[in-house]
């Protein structure tokens, strides 16, 4: 068994600017992503039997979306300022499209389709108890980056990765590309 997930990797470009902004977050008790680590996830597939990865890879080979360019831009929290959970960055492009191509490609499968609506974004950090003394300071560094803009990137790949969970955090693994337009 794997634990797999379908994502859009940031370039290093982008990630080198998210240590700037993840430095903000300091100081605040909440879990932040290492830059390396951040991703925008098209779909999460948990715990998949590894005879299945062939038959995932294969369906994702039919994804007909083409490459496009995406806004990386915007910083803000789900489920809500009064109790966040998590701190998301926020991506502006053709997202939807490849989310529901995504979908589709893997309905044959009997994956089931993600109930929530869905948004495109990066998780920068994860919030489990945010004593209400930091909760102050929280909002002005989420009001300061509500706007932030780290510029465009060119999707052009789509990659199904493997999670591995240690106790030093999670360690991904590429196991399949999909270079879009390719059909």
Same mark, same amino acid.
Request: glycine share 6%; aromatic share 8%; with cysteine.
């Given at each position: 068994?794997?634990?797999?997930?379908?994502?859009?990797?940031?370039?290093?470009?982008?990630?080198?600017?998210?240590?700037?902004?993840?430095?903000? #977050?300091?100081?605040?008790?909440?879990?932040?992503?290492?830059?390396?680590?951040?991703?925008?996830t098209l779909k999460f597939l948990g715990e998949v039997s590894d005879d299945m990865v062939p038959?995932?890879?294969?369906?994702?080979? /039919?994804?007909?979306?083409?490459?496009?360019?995406?806004?990386?831009?915007?910083?803000?929290? #789900?489920?809500?300022?009064?109790?966040?959970?998590?701190?998301?960055? /926020?991506?502006? /492009?053709?997202?939807?499209?490849?989310?529901?191509?995504?979908?589709?490609?893997?309905?044959?499968?009997?994956?089931?389709?993600?109930?929530?609506?869905?948004?495109?974004?990066?998780?920068?950090?994860?919030?489990? #108890?945010?004593?209400?003394?930091?909760?102050?300071? @929280?909002?002005?560094?989420?009001?300061? @980056?509500?706007?932030?803009?780290?510029?465009?990137?060119?999707?052009?790949?789509?990659?199904?990765?493997?999670?591995t969970l240690t106790p030093d955090g999670p360690v991904y693994e590429t196991i399949h590309e999909? @270079?879009?337009?390719?059909?």
């Open positions: 068994m794997s634990r797999l997930f379908i994502a859009v990797d940031l370039p290093s470009s982008i990630r080198r600017e998210l240590i700037d902004v993840l430095s903000l #977050f300091e100081g605040f008790k909440l879990k932040i992503v290492s830059p390396e680590l951040i991703h925008i038959d995932i890879a294969s369906s994702l080979d /039919g994804i007909e979306c083409m490459p496009f360019n995406a806004n990386i831009k915007g910083v803000g929290v #789900f489920s809500n300022l009064r109790s966040p959970r998590v701190v998301w960055l /926020g991506a502006e /492009g053709n997202f939807k499209k490849l989310h529901e191509e995504v979908e589709t490609s893997l309905s044959k499968l009997r994956f089931d389709k993600d109930k929530r609506e869905f948004a495109a974004h990066a998780t920068l950090a994860r919030i489990k #108890f945010m004593p209400k003394e930091q909760m102050k300071g @929280l909002l002005y560094v989420l009001d300061k @980056l509500k706007d932030v803009d780290l510029g465009e990137i060119r999707v052009d790949k789509v990659l199904l990765k493997k999670s999909v @270079l879009l337009g390719q059909k």
